[in-house]
């Protein structure tokens, strides 16, 4: 399973070597408290980033981490088109220039020929998370069984000096809210657990920021030993 990973990953990058433009510099974004979080937020859209119609993802995101998160956070949007190259240098520019902790990507994730949001993440990552695709899917096929042809990954990227979590979200904004949240029944109990339960705990382990979370709309999962106290 480790080598199907490490050639998944391999792949990605040589199909990105092919096609590398060179980057533009970016400044670094600076915290305004040491447990705030740098999101980067991707929506991949040939049609919205052209002007043909409104781009919904960015905002669904927004609106949902802003609901999600308790602790301090900050984004950076960025609306592109369905091109390879372009996709994976905004993901190196959003964690190694503007210093990401998590990067949120929208769209591009199914199997028409424009759709290569994953081997562009792929393509940047040192580890591949595959249990966030999983269980994306799992959410989304409770709805809809097309949810198989979705094909979403998730990546660390590590430089020296710093560590990301990336990760590809479905394109609907439905969906969006559905996969990081997770499903609940009528009296609020948890049934499928969102992925973002484990994505705090994830950049903990990668050195970022302790993230809080609103436990009414997603309580994230960390254990005994990673909790804080509660802060007076």
Known sequence: MIDLAHGRIRAARQFLTKIAQPMTATTRIARKHPDELIVGLVSVSDRASSGTYQDLGLPALR?????????????????????????????????????????????????????VTPEATLAVGTKEMPGFGEQMRQISLRFVPTAILSRQVAVIRETPAHAALIVNLPGQPKSIRETLEGLKGEDGAVLVPGIFAAIPYCIDLIGGPYAETRPEVIAAFRPKSARRAPQA
């Open 63 to 115: 609106e949902w981490l802003g609901g999600a998160l308790a602790s301090p956070w900050q984004a950076v949007d960025r609306l592109i088109p369905d091109e390879p190259a372009r996709i994976s240098q905004t993901l190196i520019e959003l964690v190694d220039g503007c210093g990401c902790d998590l990067v949120l990507t929208t769209g591009g994730t199914g199997p028409a020929r424009r759709d």
